[in-house]
């Protein structure tokens, strides 16, 4: 069953001109790239920054990747971007990330991404026991 | 209603070093540049190149998009994307996307974008007489 | 002659996956991207925010690119972006750009862009005087 | 001493709608991007493939990178990517990197790479005697 008020966390981003295209809003495949600042910043927020998990041998490549796109995004406007996470099943877990502009929380974009636990070589793995706490905790905590 | 065969039209690329990441293969928003690419030459095989569509004043922003990773693709390895399209209801377009290695068939992913069809002020518009033309030639070709 | 002092805004970001390639640092074209987040809050702490200038139909065009790179970045390292400027020529505007680790201040990358003045149909325009006022104001102030 | 007229490998690229920014032009760092696909095509045209070269432990990230952006390129168009490589010094490589559009040959962007040999652990290495004897190879070839 799914958090009924999971955890979430934010971060503010810009779009940077690098992100536009000749249509004048960002290119489509950057909300995959902010998804990930937006994950980035809530498993930092959670106490399991990617990069413990990462040392500690765990991996979570993307096996799945939805977006709508909302609303457009122009140079410079400042973003935040709202990320949360369960468990999907045993082995999976699924990031739930909504963007808006910061101050006028016009929609830009939302959508998930899944991911598998795998160790270093690629083989999927159990998810540490001390993650699934630290993502119950923290699941809790928002409820 | 779907087409059972629509029209396909393949492109090859490969992955570039700036498409890896620290994982070793390739970054999961990369899959949406390449299905772009794909998109292109579906556009074109079709005698409707996006440049085409957008020097008549039709632009067609994504609103939807979604990949499913299937495999690793590593850098230097050639791929093959291959793009087929159909309406989706009188005002979208969707493109479905398969993305597997050139030579071996092993899979690297595969989903859809789904484009609204706007004019160059962003308000949407009807898709194009000759346009809808192009797409039911293609696709009753493909049948 | 070059200003000994210019005025220097800094700004801090952070490495991102997607900015990484297979051998664990960030690839070599994401400089570039950095020394743009660098120029923009440059120029909005000269009271000169890109966006005014392009509203203001000034566009500034990249004409040339330097990069030297001068030590490792990885994923999630927070790294402090410091720019100036001054202009090259009565034509022309070079940043430059040094990039650092927030914390340790290891260097990670410096260089400098060169900019034309164009206006919205790409032809060369003299820069705004007001543009040129804010400039000699901020360097001024940094001397 | 520079080879007056050293061995040179093409490559065919699409800019991609991916590759354009707000100006209907390519973004800047892309001109790095396709350096890299230069790059990849003159070392398998020289018999060496970069990743024979990792797989050998020998790496060649970048130290110093150039560009001059002579023209525009706008989406779909089909450019040339032409380079050449010499030693500079004992320990490093150069990379000349020509970009033009492929029919009109009117010029895109210009400049150069400079890569040291490292090795796996990213400590400097010499460059392998298999690797310096193609290189000569192949430019006295093209003398």
């Not at 998990?53 to 140079?75: D, I, K, N, Q």
């Not at 990031?95 to 899944?114: F, K, L, Q, W």
């Amino acid at each position: 069953v799914s958090e009924p008020n999971p955890f979430r966390a934010d971060v503010l981003l810009r779009v940077r001109y690098s992100d536009t295209d000749q249509m004048g809003t960002f290119y489509n495949s950057r909300a995959l790239d902010w998804f990930e600042c937006g994950r980035t910043e809530l498993l930092r927020a959670m106490g399991t920054p990617y990069t413990t998990l990462e040392a500690a041998g765990v991996f979570l490549p993307v096996t799945e990747a939805h977006v709508e796109y909302r609303g457009r995004a122009r140079y410079d406007d400042l973003l935040r971007v709202t990320t949360s996470a369960e468990m999907s099943g045993k082995a999976r877990i699924r990031c739930d990330v909504e963007i808006e502009h910061a101050e006028s929380r016009a929609p830009v974009a939302r959508g998930y991404t899944v991911h598998a636990f795998v160790d270093a070589g690629g083989r999927p793995m159990r998810p540490p026991s001390w993650f699934l706490d630290a993502l119950r905790g923290a699941n809790g905590a928002g409820g």
